[in-house]
């Protein structure tokens, strides 16, 4: 089956720093990757779009110059948290899909900012 | 308007038991619609979807447009069921929107 993988699984940082999350789809090529947030017990929202080669597309309430994404290859995506701050501990998924299939998701990254 | 309703965060059974998961929606147009499960400290995967028709792991889910609702059903509960469960809709340019998830608890 199709799978997706996430690094770091947990990041600890301290405030002001900025944090990468890289997520790699490992046997099938990604056009799309999704990136989410997840608080505990709570539902997943969307945070963004990415398609390879092209602009994010940003949720409306999402700071797109606080968390930039990049889908720089049709396996590969990054999340840069920037200037991290506390409120943005959270667990943070991305999926991919090929084109209009199924989404498969990583197991997620714990961030936490002291 | 998309969205995606799980009225209950809480489901606790006894095993053997009955279970269904209540989830409506709104959409407008033909809805695509997907049941995903998360155990305990593993990734989010996907239980079923509405156009396959299949049953997973004893699960079910049909469709109702009238009712504007997906809910799932087991006849039998099963321990290892307990999860956290989430509705989710196809929503434009592919994106899914995800009800508030429902945490089921399947008691011996």
């Known amino acids: 089956g199709a799978v997706v993988s996430q690094h770091p699984s947990r990041v600890i940082c301290k405030s002001g720093t900025s944090v990468k999350i890289e997520c790699r789809s490992l046997d099938f090529q990604a056009t799309t990757m999704f990136w989410y947030r997840q608080f505990p017990k709570k539902s997943l929202m969307l945070m963004a779009t990415s398609n390879e080669g092209s602009k994010a597309t940003y949720e409306q309430g999402v700071e797109k110059d606080k968390f930039l994404i990049n889908h720089a290859s049709l396996t590969l995506s990054t999340l840069t948290v920037t200037s991290a701050h506390p409120e943005d501990s959270s667990f943070y998924i991305c999926s991919a899909s090929s084109r209009w299939d199924e989404q498969f998701f990583g197991p997620g990254t714990r961030l936490t900012v002291l | 308007a998309q969205r995606v309703t799980q009225p209950e965060k809480l489901l606790s059974v006894f095993k053997g038991a009955p279970v269904e998961l209540k989830c409506n929606y709104s959409y407008s147009g033909s809805p695509e619609l997907f049941w995903y499960v998360q155990y305990s400290r593993q990734r989010l995967q996907l239980l079923l979807r509405h156009i396959s028709r299949e049953s997973i792991k004893g699960f079910t889910a049909d469709l109702n447009k009238g009712e504007t609702s997906f809910h799932l059903k087991k006849p039998f509960a099963q321990e290892e069921d307990s999860a956290m469960y989430y509705c989710?809709?196809?929503?434009?340019?592919?994106?899914?929107?995800f009800g508030q998830g429902t945490e089921l608890s399947v008691k011996p």
């Open positions: 989710a809709l196809k929503g434009w340019g592919g994106k899914l929107i």
